[in-house]
């Protein structure tokens, strides 16, 4: 009990409760812990997610190589199984350029190089006497290393082998799209 003498003689008598009572909020450290493990939750969430979108384009990428390869391989090597005769190259030769005689006049001669095309090395295909040039390769991956090789027997017609790099174009220098792959295949003329 608490006794409070007033000037005028009076004494007041009562009880006065001296509690601290707490307003609703947070404090200085509760907000800074909080806002600590807000962060690390949203990084790793961020993290996680730049990660798993670089993996989704390097997967891209590589479908986008190994596609066009196997497409240019089996385009050249059904090219080859059709032809009557190889004049580029020679027997026992090897050269950057494929040349075929088709069956037929209007696709004779066949031609298979490379050639510069909007900067970016592309394989082409030019067929009969005044060709339109066709590009077989997209304007993403960059041609190099072409080489067919004629290693066919004597008195045989020919067996072409082939092999070329495709490689993805990549002008930021991002890692998910450095790929790089080699494509090696053959083909015999009937």
Excluded at 104 to 119: E, F, L, S, V
Aim: proline share 4%.
């Amino acid at each position: 009990m608490v006794q409070v003498t007033v000037p005028c003689g009076l004494i007041l008598r009562g009880t006065v409760n001296m509690k601290h009572t707490r307003t609703n909020g947070f404090t200085l450290i509760e907000m800074v812990l909080y806002m600590g493990i807000f962060s690390l939750i949203i990084s790793s969430i961020v993290g996680l997610a730049m990660v798993a979108t670089a993996q989704r384009v390097k997967s891209q990428v590589i479908a986008d190589v190994t596609y066009q390869g196997e497409a240019l391989m089996s385009s050249m090597t059904q090219a080859v199984r059709g032809a009557s005769s190889v004049t580029t190259p020679a027997q026992g030769t090897t050269n950057a350029t494929l040349q075929l005689n088709t069956p037929y006049a209007a696709t004779t001669p066949t031609i298979y190089d490379a050639t510069t095309n909007g900067g970016v090395m592309r394989l082409r295909l030019r067929e009969g006497v005044t060709p339109t040039t066709n590009y077989l390769s997209n304007s993403h991956v960059v041609l190099s290393n072409l080489s067919f090789s004629n290693n066919g027997l004597t008195n045989t017609k020919g067996s072409i082998k082939i092999s070329f790099t495709l490689t993805y174009v990549n002008p930021n220098g991002r890692d998910e799209y450095n790929y790089s792959k080699n494509f090696f295949g053959g083909a015999n003329l009937p």
